[in-house]
């Protein structure tokens, strides 16, 4: 296991980062990292700051994108508690399978595959709330990082937003998620705008995804 002063880099990634960020296309909030935070952080991933993701783990902690309906794991901060490899800890998921790197106001999750959903190792995923399954998005997390400052997130995510969900997301906590009912992953769920709408951790919501997700596929059969 690489210590903390093997994992901080001179060739840092950060400036090629912070450009992606300064001209992105969505809004973007930078958490501040902190310094024992970001050290614990890269430990737990064995990354350096010489690769994107350690860089975003060291200087930030975390990333609000779009008013905040996606939100980037860092190292933490009081607005975003979650961090990198702590959520797969809380949540259950070894590291060697998959790294949730972040998520979005709607449930979706966002992962780095290390052979757990069968995509191409190294591949950021989405777990998308319209299907509840896994979808390689054929790129790695620095093309994650240009396609998320680049995209049109508006047509992107066209069948998951409400007419008031600028103002909706503004009063969320980054640390939960709105729950839809009826499910977007149900025929009934499919208009969104007639969806009720509730606040709840974003832990319960993957969950309660998985729960749907169990459920559904043991009817199927």
Known sequence: MRPYSELVSDESAWPAIAGLFANARSPVRMLP????????????????????????????GGVLIDYGWIRLLGSGHPALTRRLGQWNAQLRIPLASFVLVGDDAVGGIFALDGGGLHARR????YFAPTSLEWHDMM???????QWLTSVDLDAWYRDLRWPTWRDDVSELAADHSFALFPPPSTSEGRD???????????AGLWRLNLDVRRSSRQIAR
Do not use: K, M, W
Request: proline fraction near 2%; charged fraction near 10%; include cysteine.
């Open 33 to 60: 990292s902190d310094l024992h935070a970001a050290r614990t952080c890269l430990e737990c991933l064995q990354v350096s700051t010489r690769s994107t993701l350690g860089s975003i783990a060291y200087q930030t």
């Open 122 to 125: 190294g591949n950021v995923c």
């Open 139 to 145: 790129f790695g997390y620095t093309g994650f990082l």
């Open 192 to 202: 969104v705008s007639a969806a009720t709408r509730r606040a709840v951790p974003a």
